[in-house]
C-alpha cells in the first residue's frame, strides 16, 4: 500500500505527459491523488482479508462487500444529486471500503486472536519458501494490473481524452464480466489450495486440465456473445 501510495505520488507531476489533452479542472491532481489513494487503501488490510478466504470463510467478506457495494452507491447517486460535486463522490468511495476493511479486520481479529501474538521465528527453507511464493504473486498482480491500464494510458497519451471515455464504456462491460468470473470462480480458490495439499501430482493435473476446459469453454461462450453484441449494446447505452 505504501509503495503504490508513493509510486502514484510520484507520477503527479508528470500527469500532462500522460495525457495528450489535459482537461481544464483546477482540482485535476487532487483527484488523481484521491484515486491512488482508493487504489491503495485496500492493500494496507489485505492480509487478513485473505486468511478468511484462505480458512474458506470468504462467504463472509462477500457478504460485507455486497452491503458495503450497496451502501456506497446509495450514497454516491445521493451525494450527486444534492452536491453536484466529484470529489464528495470520490470521497464516498474512499470511506465505504476504508470502513469495511476496518469491519472485517475486527471481526478477524475476534475469531483468530493468535494472529496478533508474536510469531514464531520460521527456518530458512520455510522464508525462501514463502519469498519465492510472494513474489511470483506479485509479478502476476503487477502483470495484470499493467495488462489492464496500460490500454487506457496509451489511448489518452496518443489520441485525447474523448476516446478514453469512449473506450472506458468498452472496458467497464469487460472488467464487470471479469469481476463476474472472478466472484463465481474465485469461491473455490480456498477448497483448490486444500486439495493440492492434500493430494498427489496426479490428481493434481486432472484437476488442472478440467478447470482449464472449463474455463476454456466459459470464456469462449463470453467472448462470442461480447463480441456479437458489443456494438449495438454500446449504440443503446449512449
Known amino acids: ?3 503504490i501510495l508513493l509510486l502514484g505520488g510520484l507520477i503527479t ?4 505527459q500522460l495525457v495528450k489533452e489535459m482537461p481544464d479542472i483546477p482540482e485535476i491532481y487532487f483527484i488523481y491523488l484521491m484515486f491512488v489513494l482508493q487504489s491503495s487503501i485496500g492493500y494496507f488490510f489485505s492480509y487478513k482479508i485473505s486468511f478468511l478466504s484462505a480458512t474458506q470463510k470468504s462467504y463472509q467478506v462477500r457478504f460485507f462487500d455486497i452491503i458495503t457495494s450497496i451502501f456506497q452507491t446509495i450514497l454516491q447517486i445521493g451525494s450527486l444529486l444534492i452536491f453536484h460535486n ?4 470520490l470521497a464516498i468511495s474512499i470511506v465505504c471500503p476504508f470502513i469495511k476493511n476496518v469491519v472485517v479486520t475486527i471481526i478477524v481479529n475476534k475469531q483468530y486472536p493468535f494472529l496478533k501474538e508474536k510469531a ?4 530458512k527453507e520455510e522464508e525462501k519458501g514463502i519469498r519465492k511464493n510472494v513474489l511470483a504473486m506479485f509479478i502476476y498482480k503487477v502483470s ?3 495488462s489492464s491500464t496500460i490500454d487506457t494510458i496509451l489511448v489518452s497519451l496518443f489520441m485525447g481524452i474523448v476516446e478514453v471515455g469512449i ?9 464487470y464480466s471479469n469481476q463476474l468470473f472472478s466472484t463465481v470462480l474465485g469461491t473455490i480458490t480456498p477448497s483448490l489450495g486444500n486439495f493440492f495439499v492434500s ?3 496426479k490428481k493434481k493435473i486432472r484437476l488442472l486440465n478440467t478447470l482449464q476446459l472449463v474455463y476454456y469453454w466459459l470464456g469462449t461462450y463470453l467472448a462470442v456473445g461480447l463480441v456479437v453484441l458489443f456494438n449495438p449494446f454500446i449504440e443503446l447505452w449512449l
Request: net charge negative; glycine share 4%; hydrophobic share 35%.
Open 120 to 123: 514464531s521465528k520460521l527456518s
Open 199 to 201: 493430494n498427489d501430482d
Open 13 to 16: 507531476p508528470a500527469l500532462p
Open 86 to 89: 466529484y470529489i464528495v463522490y
Open 167 to 175: 473506450y472506458s464504456n468498452y472496458h467497464l462491460i469487460i472488467s
Open 1 to 3: 500500500g505504501v509503495v
Open 144 to 146: 495484470s494490473t499493467l
